[in-house]
């Protein structure tokens, strides 16, 4: 079937299989020559196609086990974060990270080594694995910390390419309830945005929402959102009896693709003026109670989004810059897409601190996502973008990428050829691939 990341660029021809249960997974790799696993397809690029085998793990997805000392859940690969918390919250307990979307697998999430807003305090998801099995065409390898600990470290980031993995054991962290108090600043400039964002570190949860498009003396103007899981005693006394209600799974629905002039640089930037005027309005008060579903995953309610973009899709370009480079490297990224006139209204500014996988993406600095139509000069401008990370000593997501090539790509990450030696070592060389994989040249 026809196949693609969220960001549905690019669409590949792929056989896709079922894998009902984890030991499918052992026959899966026994038949294949080559092959990938595949979660709920929200990688946004191609790191989840192969075209002669990609392994749907969505199948695969049964609780293992909680034990309420320690928080520990272990649960297949397949199970998906919106069930863990459909579960999970009612009884106090809550994922240690979060991405942005709660449409992930967990194999995804370790695959990935997905960061939340929490990162720059409790680091990304891999931070939080205590195990996990492994298939391998030399059989199913249990991993952890500190059995097989290179394997591990290869495996959390590893984004499919040393196995798939199977089940996995992570510490879930206890909640009173199911909100959080959360507040805003505006920040009138970029310089104003990163002090504002290293300012909140004591806040569990920080994250930005950028103009790209605002240029100087209002380059970089932000929205800053910061919160905590709010207690019991900060519920109105109305939900104190119902302190811990789920998501309930509902969205509205873009029931087509959007025309592919009607977001261009005009409308974007007449949006963003727009939204940071009212969110500047808004803030600078006090703390105020939000459901955990708006507060972290405000996109799932608007189910296809991806169909904003038009047919041709659209790439997500997300770079992290080191601490020291982040003021001058963001400051030319912004300069170039405001001169370039593209850019999304979806753009994210971050406090990252250190990663925890050879390929894991977080370094300690900023973090710039943002989402760029594909059309006639993208390309272009993002291998611009590509060439200011490198000078800046940054590197780009994988799970977001869809377009960057092998030195740049090889650049970015210097545990690179540890992971290779890791992978070739574990016998997945060759047998593990993604389009991404064989792009990149990994
Ligand atoms: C709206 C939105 C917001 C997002 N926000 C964030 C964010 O804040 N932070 C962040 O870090 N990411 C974010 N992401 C990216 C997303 O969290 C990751 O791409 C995640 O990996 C997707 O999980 P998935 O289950 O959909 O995996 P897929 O997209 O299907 O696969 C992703 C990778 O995981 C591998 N994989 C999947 N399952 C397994 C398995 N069982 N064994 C081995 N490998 C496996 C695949 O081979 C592939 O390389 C966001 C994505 C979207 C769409």
């Known amino acids: 079937m026809m196949l693609s990341g969220w960001g549905r660029y690019p669409v590949l021809d792929c056989r896709l299989h079922a894998c009902p249960v984890p030991d499918a997974a052992e026959d899966a790799i026994a038949g294949a020559t080559s092959l990938i696993a595949r979660g709920n397809g929200r990688a946004y690029g191609d790191a989840a196609l192969n075209p002669t085998h990609t392994l749907s793990m969505l199948g695969s997805d049964r609780f293992a086990g909680f034990d309420p000392e320690t928080g520990v859940l272990t649960c297949e690969a397949g199970v998906m974060l919106s069930e863990i918390l459909r579960v999970f919250v009612p009884r106090g307990w809550f994922p240690p990270v979060v991405p942005g979307t709660k449409l992930v697998t967990v194999g995804g999430m370790i695959a990935a080594d997905v960061h939340g807003k929490n990162h720059h305090r409790d680091g990304s998801f891999g931070a939080h694995v205590t195990q996990l099995e492994l298939a391998t065409p030399d059989g199913v390898v249990t991993c952890s910390p500190d059995t097989n600990a290179e394997l591990f470290a290869a495996t959390i980031g590893g984004m499919g390419l040393t196995g798939v993995i199977l089940r996995a054991s992570f510490r879930l962290v206890p909640v009173e309830t199911a909100y959080m108090m959360s507040e805003t600043r505006a920040a009138g400039d970029l310089a104003t945005a990163m002090a504002l964002l290293a300012e909140s570190d004591a806040w569990p949860y920080t994250v930005a929402w950028i103009d790209c498009l605002a240029s100087a003396p209002a380059r970089g103007r932000s929205l800053i959102h910061r919160g905590r899981h709010a207690t019991h005693a900060e519920l109105p006394r109305g939900r104190r009896e119902a302190p811990r209600p789920v998501h309930d799974g509902k969205g509205v629905r873009v029931p087509f693709d959007m025309p592919g002039a009607a977001l261009n640089g005009l409308t974007v930037r007449s949006f963003n003026a727009a939204y940071y005027a009212r969110g500047r309005a808004a803030s600078g008060g006090g703390p105020e109670l939000v459901h955990y579903d708006p507060f972290f995953f405000p996109l799932d309610g608007i189910l296809a989004w991806n169909r904003l973009y038009g047919r041709w899709g ?129």
Do not use: N
């Open 314 to 442: 659209f790439v997500q370009y997300q770079c992290v810059l080191p601490d020291t480079a982040s003021a001058a490297g963001l400051a030319a990224l912004l300069d170039r897409i405001a001169a370039a006139g593209q850019g999304s209204f979806l753009a994210v500014l971050k406090r990252l601190g250190p990663g925890s996988g050879f390929l894991s993406f977080p370094i300690a600095g900023y973090t710039l996502a943002l989402d760029f139509p594909v059309r006639a000069g993208t390309f272009a401008l993002l291998d611009d973008l590509d060439t200011i990370v490198a000078q800046h000593g940054g590197r780009v997501y994988l799970a977001k990428d869809a377009r960057t090539v092998p030195r740049r790509f090889a650049a970015g990450y210097p545990e690179l050829d540890r992971f290779r030696r890791v992978r070739a070592q574990a016998g997945a060389a060759g047998r593990f691939e993604s389009l991404l994989s064989r792009r990149l040249e990994v």
